[in-house]
């Protein structure tokens, strides 16, 4: 098993920023991908950012140019640094891994219980 732990979430003002961390723990094998996804109130759980083993980024179009995800491959964490914040990013952020760990025959997703963020003057 895998469990990941989000931090950073908060109110922050429109035009703002917020820096979301998340930390795998467990017996892990390999992380294929670490991402953000988010929920909006009303609407359907959606992938924000990922980022693979080999260092691919992949960003929606809503955020390209104001979120940056990286990965810190040694410690197991993902940072999602989100700039020029909108009342549209208002959401809970979930951590997200697809992972091997000890008990895996095959790679596995993993969440993160979330963390709120809201955009709000």
């Known amino acids: 098993q895998v469990q990941l732990v989000e931090s950073g979430g908060g109110l922050v003002q429109p035009g703002g920023s917020l820096r979301l961390s998340c930390v795998a723990s467990?017996?892990?094998?390999?992380?294929?991908?670490m991402g953000w996804y988010r929920r909006s109130p009303g609407k359907e759980r959606e992938l924000v950012a990922n980022?693979?083993?080999?260092?691919?980024?992949n960003y929606i179009e809503a955020v390209k140019g104001r979120f940056t995800i990286s990965r810190d491959y040694a410690t197991n964490r993902a940072y999602l640094q989100m700039n020029s914040l909108n009342t549209d990013d208002t959401a809970v952020y979930y951590c997200?891994?697809?992972?091997?760990?000890?008990?895996?025959?095959?790679?596995?997703?993993?969440w993160g219980q979330g963390t709120q963020v809201t955009v709000s003057s």
């Open positions: 997200n891994a697809v992972a091997k760990a000890y008990g895996d025959l095959l790679p596995q997703q993993y």
């Open positions: 467990g017996i892990i094998f390999r992380i294929n991908v």
């Open positions: 980022i693979t083993s080999g260092g691919s980024l």
